[in-house]
């Protein structure tokens, strides 16, 4: 089957910019991911979706973060604008079983 | 909240010696344990999964796991560590509030000398 695909992989944004990213979760699952992974940290939830309604977003930063997962499909996380402390890993992950999720590749963004 | 704890951010071995990777967690109820792996400039792939089965788990690539409830543990181990097995390795659990919801530690680079 074919993973989870991200866009773009890498992104290069001056501070108070705006960026999207861009997820396409394995098929036919309904539950999808968005983490963020600061450099040599974990990866941190930033908002759970369950088809295309949120289940947590505890920890995204609202003011600046958005996410959105229409018809259930694809999903795109936006910030605007962005700070130099939002450089990370952006990682979607798309799952069918409550035990297991498949990631992505990830997007790197990088703030100057 | 569950949390899991990793100790030791770094972990160096000679190619052929063992690996264990530690890993304690925190909660209250039976947990869902997790192993992912990630290599440079990729995504996270998962080793291993406990699920309240069998407390030796095993994995890809020759690792294995031990759910050990009397210590609060799931280290990782494998008996030879190869080249190929240098990465960045992630222990994770379930939040038992949402059991689809998985918290990640803090991770462990592990390195291999020839």
Redesign the interface.
């Known amino acids: 089957e074919a993973g989870?695909a991200q866009s773009p992989r890498y992104k290069i944004i001056e501070k108070r910019q705006s960026v999207a990213f861009w997820c396409n979760p394995i098929s036919g699952h309904a539950?999808l991911y968005w983490y963020q992974q600061i450099l040599?940290?974990?990866?941190?939830?930033l908002i759970?979706f369950q088809n295309n309604g949120v289940?947590?977003d505890s920890q995204l930063p609202k003011d600046r973060f958005s996410a959105e997962r229409l018809k259930g499909v694809d999903s795109t996380l936006k910030i605007q604008p962005a700070k130099l402390e939002d450089s990370a890993v952006y990682?979607c992950?798309s799952?069918s079983t409550?035990?297991?999720?498949?990631?992505?590749?990830?997007t790197?963004l990088t703030v100057v | 909240a569950q949390s899991v704890t990793q100790l030791g951010s770094h972990v160096s071995v000679s190619e052929g010696a063992l690996v264990l990777l530690r890993c304690n967690y925190s909660s209250s109820v039976p947990p869902y344990l997790f192993w992912y792996v990630q290599y440079p400039n990729q995504g996270l792939q998962l080793l291993l999964k406990y699920t309240s089965a069998a407390t030796l788990v095993k994995g890809i690539n020759g690792f294995e796991a031990e759910f050990k409830k009397s210590e609060t543990s799931f280290h990782l181990t494998k008996p030879s560590a190869h080249m190929s097995d240098a990465a960045e390795y992630f222990c994770a659990v379930t939040d038992y509030s949402s059991a689809s919801k998985i918290i990640f530690g803090s991770g462990t680079r592990l390195s291999i000398r020839p």
Do not use: C, E, I, M
């Open positions: 989870v539950t040599g940290q974990g990866p941190k939830l759970q289940v947590d990682l992950a799952s409550n035990y297991g999720y498949t990631f992505g590749s990830g790197r």
